[in-house]
């Protein structure tokens, strides 16, 4: 069975600091890892995406994450934060591609 | 291609109503899902299609539910007899199945459809 979990609900950081956003994922294989954003009232936007290859991946507004097998994370960073990053943001898992489960989100609070 | 297009966008309706939501996918995309989002939670997967065939649907899909792609195109989701349980907003997303290509097995949202169940 495949899982997230995402380590806090809600994160709040100073404008230009550091964002860190956890998730960790159980799967039976090698899976599909991805990083949405919501904002209010919005669909889901995907941020960036893991499937093969290169652990370390980059992805749209400056943010990346690292695929760590043995820790069975996918963290979301940004070196720097901006107001506009305000948002909720989702991880999730697949495993084959056929079904995404997602985390219960991390809303993202950016501090001026 | 302008994307997935979910209609309505918010929709209020009176417990014990109907009420239909319609998607449009990516058109190349052959695979198409439904999800619920409440608040403060994350996407909870309902049905999927690949191309006109129903392949998988939650269990929380209860009986009062019914997804269709008769085509293979756009689909619809149908709740019947709604109830108060029932407000939250579907979401519609659309992937292109293919084993381990790029740019393939990725969910590309639509905007979503709001549903208050007064």
């Known amino acids: 069975a495949q899982s997230v979990t995402q380590l806090g609900s809600h994160v709040s950081v100073s404008e230009g600091a550091l964002v860190l956003l956890r998730c960790n994922y159980s799967s039976s294989v090698p899976p599909y890892l991805f990083w949405y954003v919501q904002y209010p009232n919005q669909g889901l936007q995907l941020l960036l995406k893991?499937?093969?290859?290169?652990?370390l991946v980059k992805g749209i507004n400056g943010f990346e994450a690292e695929f760590k097998k043995s820790e069975t994370s996918f963290h979301l960073t940004k070196p720097s934060a901006h107001m506009s990053d305000a948002a909720e943001y989702f991880c999730a898992v697949s495993d084959t591609g056929n079904q995404f489960y997602f985390g219960t989100g991390t809303s993202l609070t950016v501090i001026p | 291609d302008t994307g997935v297009s979910q209609d309505p966008r918010h929709k209020i309706t009176k417990r014990g109503q109907n009420v239909t939501f319609r998607c449009d996918p990516i058109?190349?995309?052959?695979?198409l899902y439904w999800y619920r989002q409440t608040l403060g939670q994350g996407p909870e997967f309902l049905t999927y299609f690949q191309n006109e065939a129903q392949l998988e649907k939650s269990r929380l899909l209860s009986d009062r539910f019914s997804a269709e792609r008769p085509k293979g195109s756009f689909s619809t989701l149908e709740i019947q007899r709604t109830e108060q349980g029932d407000s939250a907003m579907y979401l519609c997303a659309s992937s292109l199945s293919m084993r381990r290509a790029a740019g393939a097995n990725v969910l590309t949202f639509g905007a979503g459809s709001r549903l208050t169940v007064l």
């Open positions: 893991y499937t093969t290859g290169a652990t």
């Open positions: 058109s190349e995309h052959n695979r």
